[in-house]
């Protein structure tokens, strides 16, 4: 049974840094597409970084590209999303899964909120 588990999550302001953390029992990040995601509530959630593959090829949304950097530590089997200059409308909860995601991994998620 995969269990996927958010921490890190907080309040920041504007400019400000913030890391988060996913760690995983029953799945092993270095073998699989992993993937941080963020939603807003009334939106669709929107995909944010992933690795490619399982290996070390990193891919970012657009929108973070520059800003946010992901991670992982394949002995502790976690994954990490260290992010910069936060702005506002990075304001959602973070959560991780593999990508594409399965809709029974979902956790509960972090928020991060970032005050203007």
């Known amino acids: 049974q995969v269990q996927l588990v958010e921490s890190g999550g907080g309040l920041v302001k504007t400019g400000g840094s913030l890391r988060i953390s996913c760690a995983a029992s029953?799945?092993?990040?270095?073998?699989?597409?992993v993937a941080w995601y963020r939603q807003v509530l009334g939106k669709e959630r929107e995909f944010v970084a992933g690795f490619a593959w399982g290996g070390p090829s990193k891919i970012y949304a657009d929108a973070v590209r520059g800003r946010f950097t992901i991670s992982r530590d394949d002995t502790e089997n976690t994954m990490d999303l260290q992010m910069s200059n936060l702005q506002p409308d990075d304001t959602a909860v973070y959560y991780c899964n593999t990508n594409p995601p399965h809709d029974i991994y979902w956790g509960q998620g972090t928020q991060v909120t970032v005050s203007s």
């Open positions: 029953g799945l092993t990040f270095s073998r699989t597409n």
